[in-house]
């Protein structure tokens, strides 16, 4: 079982940048599959970006490809997503998740996560 705490949220104008992290817990970490998903205000969650457990293959929904960056570092237990050129259309709580099924690397499917993290809200002012 792995716990997840994001971190690094904030409010930011357009075009600025924020870096999120994701703390996890346990031993195993290089075994879990790393997401970041979002909750824009009103909206469903939604996937944003994936890496895989050595950090070779990474994942992004179309509308933040070219602005986000998702990267891992396994000896530190952490996921990072380093946001730029932010837009308001980039409001949302944004959440960590985990998961170890064989086969499901760069999934986009909630129900595939097992672990979630609480959440940080990101607003990006116009």
């Known amino acids: 079982q792995v716990q997840l705490v994001e971190s690094g949220g904030g409010l930011v104008q357009a075009g600025g940048s924020l870096r999120l992290s994701c703390a996890a817990s346990?031993?195993?970490?290089?075994?879990?599959?790393m997401g970041w998903f979002r909750r824009p205000p009103g909206k469903e969650r939604e996937f944003v970006a994936a890496?895989?457990?050595?950090?070779?293959?990474?994942y992004y929904v179309d509308s933040v490809k070219g602005r986000f960056t998702i990267s891992r570092d396994n000896a530190k237990n952490t996921v990072y997503l380093q946001m730029n050129s932010l837009k308001p259309e980039d409001t949302a709580v944004y959440y960590c998740?985990?998961?170890?099924?064989?086969?499901?690397?760069?999934?986009?499917?909630?129900?595939?996560?097992?672990?979630w993290g609480q959440g940080t809200q990101v607003t990006v002012s116009s």
């Open positions: 998740a985990a998961h170890n099924r064989v086969g499901y690397s760069g999934s986009q499917v909630k129900s595939i996560y097992d672990y």
């Open positions: 346990g031993r195993t970490f290089s075994s879990y599959v």
């Open positions: 890496i895989a457990r050595g950090g070779g293959s990474r």
